[in-house]
């Protein structure tokens, strides 16, 4: 091939992958833009009343807070009010398309060790599903779907732990 020859072929296809590779930078650049913005909502205490399955009034009473990547969950007896349970876990926000994916994982471990769910977030609700992914690069803490429902919680009605 003589150089004349290469440089009119390779100039011209160089350019349409740099153009090619413009073009995808954005679509990244949105999607670290809308997971930072999420981040941020989720920041601050959730809570959920859960248990006797629908079946009467909740037995427990969860507390979510999340400051930074790090989720500390707490547990509570809802009739006592007496803390039964209490583990955190670092969080990782992605997405699988369009699908906005937390995967939470133990500190020292990374996220592929870790269980994911897809989640959707504003100020005053986060939905909280698993047992939707499929396919090798996500673990669902679930196998079936269920939506749970947690609510943001006002400082002054997350309970306040005796020394």
């Not at 248990?51 to 400051?67: A, H, L, V, W, Y």
């Not at 897809?118 to 698993?130: A, L, S």
Request: proline fraction near 6%; include cysteine; glycine fraction near 6%.
């Amino acid at each position: 091939m003589k150089p004349t020859t290469l440089v009119t072929v390779t100039l011209p296809l160089l350019a349409v992958c740099l153009i090619a590779a413009a073009q995808d930078a954005p679509k990244q650049n949105d999607k670290d833009a809308d997971l930072t913005a999420d981040l941020k909502l989720i920041q601050g205490s959730w809570e959920l009343q859960h248990g006797n399955e629908g079946q009467g009034r909740p037995t427990t009473r969860s507390i979510k807070t999340i400051e930074g990547n790090k989720e500390t969950l707490r547990r509570y007896n809802a009739k006592t009010g007496k803390k039964t349970h209490e583990h955190s876990m670092l969080i990782k926000l992605s997405k699988s398309g369009e699908v906005r994916v937390c995967t939470f994982y133990r500190e020292g471990s990374t996220p592929e060790n870790g269980a994911s769910f897809v989640y959707k977030v504003d100020e005053e609700n986060y939905y909280d599903v698993p047992g939707l992914l499929q396919g090798r690069e996500y673990r669902n803490y679930q196998e079936s779907p269920k939506v749970w429902h947690w609510k943001r919680l006002a400082r002054d009605k997350i309970p306040v732990e005796a020394p």
